[in-house]
């Protein structure tokens, strides 16, 4: 694997681990509903896992990520659709989807 590959899949990891830091043990909600700069700071590593994925694709299109055009496509929405980003659907995000892609993206670097 390209060195730079890594060090996208890398970025991937270190930004889901901040948003489980973030988020704390007790995820709540309402809780990250009402404070802004918890949603902004997540939404910026939702952000960054979408550039990095794109870097990743075009170095590696043969690297099977699964979802990796949703993740980009939710990059884009945070960035360009800012006025539209709805909170219960980056809650989906977090709760349903990124723990399978934190076991994916881990399995690869593990590897090396």
């Known amino acids: 694997m390209k060195r730079e590959v890594k060090k996208y899949l890398y970025d991937i990891r270190t930004s889901i ?7 704390g ?7 990250y509903q009402n404070n802004k700069l918890l949603r902004r700071g997540i939404e910026r590593e939702l952000e960054i896992i979408g550039e ?3 870097r990743i694709i075009k170095l590696a299109p043969d ?3 699964e979802n990796a055009r949703q993740i980009i ?4 929405w945070v960035i360009h659709g800012y006025d539209k980003v709805d909170d219960v659907v980056v809650w989906g995000i977090i ?13 690869y670097l593990d590897q090396e």
């Open 17 to 23: 681990d901040s948003i489980n830091s973030y988020l």
């Open 25 to 31: 043990e007790n995820r709540n909600f309402f809780e």
């Open 52 to 54: 990095a994925m794109v």
């Open 63 to 65: 690297l099977q990520i």
């Open 73 to 76: 496509d939710t990059r884009n």
């Open 95 to 107: 709760s349903n989807h990124l723990p399978n892609l934190k076991i994916e993206i881990d399995h």
